[in-house]
């Protein structure tokens, strides 16, 4: 692409922001997001002076463009790039530094006055997922003195946002032993304090029959699982897409009266309506929508069913 035609589409995208990127207590936003922008495959996400651009199709040539757009705009600390593993290169041909040193990283970013753990190092996502922003602060908002289930926690900022909205329990549920550390630095980085309890690592489908068998109740449940839930050998059933049916079904169990649960939608082989229809008809209880949130500004869509949807969901009192 024409370097010119770079800089026009980053400077409108940057425009369309102005808002966002003016507001006080936010230093982490998507500054460009090229599936609506001009580049599909493409997007630009910037964490507290780390400007990271993600790139799916092969955009090699224009990014010394790129970065030098950002840096003289924003004049950040880092600049990296990282393209995708699609593209069939090794890690370290697809990872660059532009500007500074992952070294001089400040560790975190702040959305909305709250802190959260990033990692420039890693290849994937950061550690802070900037599209549900919305969900966060709803969590801030409606969590007080009730008991959440975090599920599919990965760093824990959903289930963070509701201990900071005065949640009197949080129990964090994810696979991976290695995401630990990064939940305890989330809670340290907002003076929260850490219970060893507050995390369970293991398999969803193995913890959420015991947990149902041992009667626990939560009034709040997140679920936020992966377009793709991989199989288990705890499942009753393969699980098929985010696996909705099998997952509330459980889920619904736990459900103390007036609770909510809070369910994201990934995919888009289901219209939003029919995603909560699935829920509903799996909870086995007449589950009723409360509110629908989605993404920022940051992420625009032409086609709102092409957004992140949240939905949630209360159970009756
Ligand atoms: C996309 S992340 C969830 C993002 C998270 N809710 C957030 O807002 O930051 C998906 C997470 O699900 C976890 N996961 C995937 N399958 C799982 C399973 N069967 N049981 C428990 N955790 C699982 C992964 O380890 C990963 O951390």
Redesign the pocket.
């Known amino acids: 692409m024409h370097d010119s035609t770079w800089t026009q589409k980053l400077e409108s995208a940057i425009n369309a922001r102005q808002t966002l990127l003016e507001s006080p207590h936010t230093d982490c936003y998507r500054i460009y997001h090229g599936y609506d922008e001009g580049f599909p495959g493409v997007v630009i996400e910037a964490f507290n002076g780390v400007f990271v651009i993600d790139y799916k199709k092969d955009i090699e040539p224009d990014l010394s463009t790129i970065s030098h757009y950002i840096d003289e705009r924003f004049n950040p600390r880092i600049i990296i790039s990282k393209g995708h593993q699609t593209l069939g290169k090794k890690l370290k041909d697809r990872f660059q530094v532009h500007k500074g040193s992952l070294e001089e990283s400040p560790g975190y970013c702040h959305e909305e006055g709250v802190k959260f753990d990033i990692r420039v190092e890693t290849p994937h996502?950061l550690?802070?997922?900037l599209d549900?922003r919305d969900?966060r602060r709803w969590l801030r908002n409606h969590s007080k003195n009730r008991r959440i289930l975090?599920?599919?926690?990965?760093?824990?900022?959903?289930g963070v946002s509701a201990a900071l909205g005065g949640a009197k329990d949080v129990i964090h549920?994810?696979?991976?032993a290695e995401?630990l550390p990064r939940l305890q630095k989330n809670y340290a980085l907002n003076s929260l304090t850490w219970d060893q309890r507050s995390f369970l690592r293991?398999?969803?489908?193995?913890?959420l029959p015991r947990a149902i068998q041992s009667g626990q109740r939560f009034d709040g449940i997140?679920l936020?699982?992966?377009p793709k839930?991989?199989g288990?050998p705890y499942?009753k059933e393969r699980?098929r897409g985010q696996d909705f049916s099998q997952l509330v079904q459980l889920c619904s169990q736990l459900l103390s009266p007036d609770a909510w649960l809070m369910c994201?939608f990934h995919r888009f082989d289901k219209s939003w309506s029919e995603s909560e229809e699935e829920v509903n008809v799996a909870s086995g209880i007449d589950l009723h929508v409360e509110e629908r949130l989605t993404s920022g500004i940051d992420f625009p869509e032409s086609n709102p069913e092409r957004k992140l949807r949240v939905s949630i969901l209360r159970k009756p009192s």
């Open positions: 996502n550690g802070l997922y549900t969900a975090n599920l599919f926690a990965f760093t824990g900022s959903l549920l994810d696979r991976s995401l293991g398999d969803i489908y193995k913890h997140i936020d699982p992966p839930v991989y288990s499942a699980p994201f």
